[in-house]
């Protein structure tokens, strides 16, 4: 119970920051407990959205958001979201789990590197 606090709390900060906390979420569910790739992504989403609207709220009262971009974004944010999870339900849990962790390498290696 003590480990699902720590990883809900560390994604939550991680969320609030703007990263994404499916970078800690996801391998968490999937490594230390166990939870099927699909099914800790599917978690990730629906953890997704009460973390997002604080979030969302916190940096719209520190206008951190660029509102002339909002609304391509989200018109093919909301288009990606579909052919994403269509994607991701057709794809063998092992391929989903190699895509995801190759992902998360890419984007830790240019975190790494970039300046």
Do not use: C, R
């Amino acid at each position: 119970m003590i480990w699902l606090v720590l990883t809900g709390a560390a994604a939550g900060i991680i969320s609030g920051m703007g990263i994404g906390g499916g970078t800690v979420l996801i391998p968490a569910l999937v490594f230390l407990f166990g939870t099927d790739q699909l099914s800790a992504q599917g978690v990730n989403l629906i953890y997704f959205i009460p973390t997002a609207i604080i979030a969302l709220f916190t940096h719209a009262k520190n206008k951190n958001i660029e509102t002339k971009i909002l609304k391509p974004l989200i018109l093919f944010g909301i288009i990606g979201a579909f052919v994403g999870s269509m994607t991701a339900l057709s794809l063998k849990p092992t391929l989903l789990k190699k895509i995801f962790a190759s992902f998360l390498l890419i984007m830790g290696v240019t975190e790494i590197t970039k300046k």
